[in-house]
């Protein structure tokens, strides 16, 4: 083998592991029978939530599973499938299972979550919760109500006084 082809695909190996090594969530997915326009419609989905897709070759995206210490992807990278990287945790599952109510063909295999190997029951899960900032206000509603309460009630006091 021509040692620059070696090259190219020990680069590819290394690019693979390094997004799977850096993005807070990854999902694999299977998109045979999805026609041009639904891979353009749905790229273009992910990337409005900040979502990553690419077709690599299995082979190689297997040894960059097992150099990313993601051994237990390799069984689901086979057949013609996508690798989605995501910067947000739940943004590639969401944006996929929302994508395949709509389109059968799309089908969600395995990934990892924060550095967790997960199922398409979990990812099905995560891809029910809100994205980061969803996250925030739900949070910050949550801090903000006791202070809230605590207000209506002074206020509700002093306005008996006042009476």
């Known amino acids: ?3 620059a082809v070696v090259e190219s695909k020990k680069a590819v190996v290394s690019e693979i592991a390094t997004k799977l090594k850096e993005s807070e969530s990854t999902v694999i997915v299977e998109y045979r029978g999805l026609t041009v326009k639904e891979v353009t419609e749905l790229r273009r989905a992910l990337r409005e939530e900040d979502v990553e897709m690419k077709v690599y ?3 190689l995206s ?5 150099e990313a210490g993601y051994e237990g992807l390799c069984e689901n990278l086979t057949g013609p499938n996508a690798l989605v990287f995501g910067k947000d945790a739940t943004a590639p599952a969401r944006v996929l299972s929302k994508f395949a109510k709509d389109h059968d063909k799309l089908v969600l295999k395995a990934g ?4 967790k ?15 980061r900032e969803g996250m ?3 949070l910050l509603s949550c801090l903000q109500a006791p202070v809230r309460n605590f207000a209506c009630v002074v206020k509700a006091v002093a306005d008996a006084k006042a009476e």
């Open 1 to 3: 083998m021509n040692q």
């Open 57 to 59: 070759k299995n082979k």
């Open 62 to 66: 297997q040894r960059a599973a097992n």
């Open 112 to 115: 990892t979550v924060e550095g």
């Open 117 to 131: 190997i997960v199922d398409v029951d979990t990812l099905n899960s995560i891809s029910k919760l809100p994205n």
């Open 136 to 138: 925030y206000s739900m």
